[in-house]
């Protein structure tokens, strides 16, 4: 009756008086050929502006902030970030596969007070893993399609005893509709589990993802009429790659207290190739000059949390108290090269990945590093019931530009490092009444913020200028007052 919310209280996070909506994937058809329109129709409000390559996935809510990579939306796995960096590059370049996922969790209102920063909602995927006690298996699954379209997903797995184990991979490949969008697509995941008894487990997860695919640019409406397959940008080319190696460990001491940690640690790459749209009015319609970008990402960090449950044999029966912290520290370093012709020969605007050049625009070394503290209280007393929350957030954002425009003129615009410090407090309070059969209305109250990025201090083409104030995170905080009826 209730598979389309979360329970009240999961795992070592109170989710009442928060709006959180579960999609199970086993209850809609499998998904293909990059149809997130289809992943999530049971998401309202939840924006999804498509490409055509799966290489970049632009999400937005309800018309919060710009959804160009999904700046604006928090997206996790199993409660730990995917975004290319948290703090100072929150953009989405990698999803997991469907197929490897058994539900999307969707947690609005108070979701920084769960996870950190970013406007609401929280996307969290959750991964299959085995159940305890199930026997060897193996799965299959091969698709065509048209324009080339093949995708090919297999799956072997076993829990039989202490140790639990699944591996599956999966290969995605189109030629694509318009010109210059092919793409190739890799992924794996591996999970191994120890479980020395039934209130305990040790486990590793290992994911590894890698995108090759070519960027077709965008068109007008008079372009698309005069033809849909049209290309403005036939050169330009993509590559992600993607690596992340969790380590979990998981307890339950009996009487209340469940213990749930993770570190983990990840490596991604995006690579780009990038020139000038084609004009073909112009005398020569090709770009003299192509652009190569290299971002590399190196983060991880800890999240610990705990859970006690409360109020057994008393009118506070149902309560419970969580409380937790996070240690994140990201290194991004940034590097851009201009090829032309001269520089790079003729075959510039082909050039392979990997291809550097001697006019070096932009090199950036870029850290950040962040820190949160939280506590959450669930009161009940009888079909009443108050949730208080706390957070406390540290943000710590630096660049350092060997090269870039602004230290190309005489004298330099702007500073050759910058950074930014911030402590951001939050706060959460929610209240609901339980009434008669499968109803509650509540009231929910809440603050979040959105992280300072590295481009918010110095970008690509401009920094802070000397003596400008660095900007303040962005704050915001929401308020909600809903009847709901958990029924079918």
């Not at 979701?111 to 970013?118: A, C």
Request: aromatic share 14%; no cysteine; charged share 20%.
């Amino acid at each position: 009756m209730r598979q389309h919310i979360m329970p009240e209280v999961s795992g070592t996070e109170i989710t009442v008086t928060k709006k959180a909506t579960v999609i199970k994937l086993n209850q809609q058809p499998p998904v293909e050929d990059n149809n997130l329109q289809e992943l999530f129709n049971k998401a309202p409000g939840f924006l999804i502006t498509e490409q055509h390559t799966p290489g970049q996935f632009n999400f937005s809510y309800r018309g919060l902030g710009n959804p160009q990579e999904s700046e604006f939306t928090l997206v996790l796995r199993d409660g730990l970030p995917l975004m290319s960096d948290w703090i100072g590059f929150p953009t989405l370049y990698y999803l997991p596969l469907p197929q490897s996922i058994s539900e999307i969790q969707f947690i609005r209102g108070g979701n920084s007070l769960l996870y950190g920063p970013e406007p609401a909602p929280v996307v969290n995927f959750v991964t299959k893993h085995p159940e305890p006690g199930s026997p060897w298996s193996f799965y299959t699954e091969q698709i065509g399609g048209a324009y080339g379209y093949y995708s090919t997903y297999n799956v072997i797995q076993e829990a039989v005893g202490p140790l639990e184990f699944r591996f599956d991979g999966g290969y995605v490949r189109s030629d694509g509709q318009r010109d210059n969008s092919a793409y190739d697509l890799w992924q794996t995941d591996l999970y191994v589990g120890y479980r020395p008894d039934e209130h305990q487990l040790l486990a590793l997860d290992f994911y590894s993802s890698r995108f090759d695919g070519g960027d077709p640019g965008r068109i007008t409406y008079k372009q698309f009429l005069e033809d849909q397959n049209f290309s403005p940008t036939p050169y330009n080319h993509d590559w992600v790659d993607r690596y992340t190696t969790v380590l979990r460990y998981e307890r339950d001491f009996g009487d209340g207290w469940l213990l749930q940690a993770k570190g983990w640690f990840t490596h991604q790459e995006i690579d780009a190739r990038t020139a000038a749209n084609l004009n073909p009015t112009a005398p020569n319609p090709f770009p003299s000059s192509t652009i190569f970008g290299y971002e590399e990402f190196n983060n991880g960090g800890a999240d610990i949390r705990f859970r006690k449950l409360w109020g057994d044999g008393t009118i506070f029966k149902g309560s419970a108290l969580t409380f937790g912290g996070v240690v994140y520290h990201g290194d991004a370093p940034f590097q851009r090269y201009t090829l032309t012709e001269e520089t790079s020969g003729p075959n510039f605007l082909f050039a392979p990945r990997g291809t550097t050049s001697d006019i070096i625009a932009l090199d950036q070394s870029r850290t950040a590093d962040y820190q949160a503290f939280f506590i959450e209280d669930l009161i009940r007393i009888g079909k009443f019931h108050m949730v208080g929350s706390f957070r406390l957030d540290h943000e710590n954002v630096d660049v350092d530009s060997a090269a870039a425009p602004w230290l190309a003129t005489v004298p330099p615009t702007g500073p050759a490092s910058i950074s930014a410090d911030h402590w951001i407090p939050l706060w959460g309070f929610g209240m609901g009444n339980d009434f008669g059969d499968r109803n509650e209305t509540y009231f929910s109250a809440s603050s979040g913020w959105r992280p300072t990025r590295f481009f918010d201090i110095a970008g690509t083409s401009r920094t802070i200028a000397f003596g400008e104030e660095i900007p303040d995170p962005f704050k915001f905080s929401g308020l909600r007052i809903r009847r709901a009826r958990y029924a079918v």
